[in-house]
C-alpha cells in the first residue's frame, strides 16, 4: 500500500488539459458512455482556464505522478441563501484506488466548500457504481432518493428551445 502522505492535491493548470482528457475518457469508459464524450484538450483547456470560466479542476498527484481528478463548479441554493459546491467528475485511476486519493479529493471540496461558507457539496453517482456509493457512505454522505432528476440534451434541448 502506497503512504497517503505522498498525495498532492491541486488546482489544475492549462498545462493538464491532456491529462484531464484523458481521465475524462477513463472515467466514461468505466461507466460505459465512452461514446458521449465529445471533449478535446481545446475545449477542456477553454472551458477550465479561459477567463470567466464557471468549472474548475484539480489534479490529485503521487510523487508528482497524476493520479486522479476532479471537476466541480459552483451552484446556488434559494433555500438555504447560498452557494454550493457540485462535484461534476472524481476519478482516479485503477492502480491508485484505495491508498485514499479519492477521499483526499473529497477532503480537499469539502474544506473549500467550507472556507467559502457554501451550503452544500453534492455530487451523483450511477446507480450500479455500488463501489462509489458504499465509500460515499462510509464518508457520512447521504443518498438524497427523494430527487430524480431530469435533463434535456441534443435535439430534446434544441427543439425545447425553439
Not at 464524450?37 to 479561459?50: C, G, R, Y
Not at 474544506?111 to 457504481?129: K, S
Request: aromatic fraction near 12%.
Amino acid at each position: 500500500m502506497v503512504a497517503v502522505n505522498k498525495l498532492n492535491i491541486r488546482p489544475a493548470i492549462p498545462e493538464d488539459a491532456e491529462t484531464i482528457l484523458q481521465f475524462i475518457k477513463d472515467l466514461a469508459q468505466y461507466e460505459k458512455l465512452e461514446h458521449e464524450v465529445k471533449a478535446d484538450v481545446a475545449s477542456i483547456t477553454q472551458s477550465l482556464f479561459a477567463e470567466g470560466a464557471t468549472a474548475h479542476a484539480i489534479i490529485c498527484e503521487l510523487d508528482g505522478e497524476a493520479v486522479g481528478y476532479g471537476v466541480y463548479f459552483y451552484n446556488y441554493s434559494t433555500w438555504l441563501a447560498k452557494n454550493g459546491l457540485y462535484l461534476e467528475d472524481l476519478y482516479v485511476a485503477p492502480p491508485y484506488r484505495k491508498i485514499g486519493a479519492g477521499k483526499a479529493i473529497l477532503k480537499y471540496l469539502a474544506q473549500q466548500a467550507v472556507a467559502e461558507n457554501c451550503g452544500r457539496f453534492e455530487w451523483c453517482v450511477l446507480d450500479w457504481n455500488q463501489p462509489a456509493i458504499d465509500f460515499y457512505q462510509s464518508i457520512g454522505a447521504e443518498p438524497q432518493d427523494e430527487w430524480i432528476l431530469y435533463r434535456l440534451t441534443g435535439q430534446a434541448l434544441e427543439h425545447f428551445a425553439k
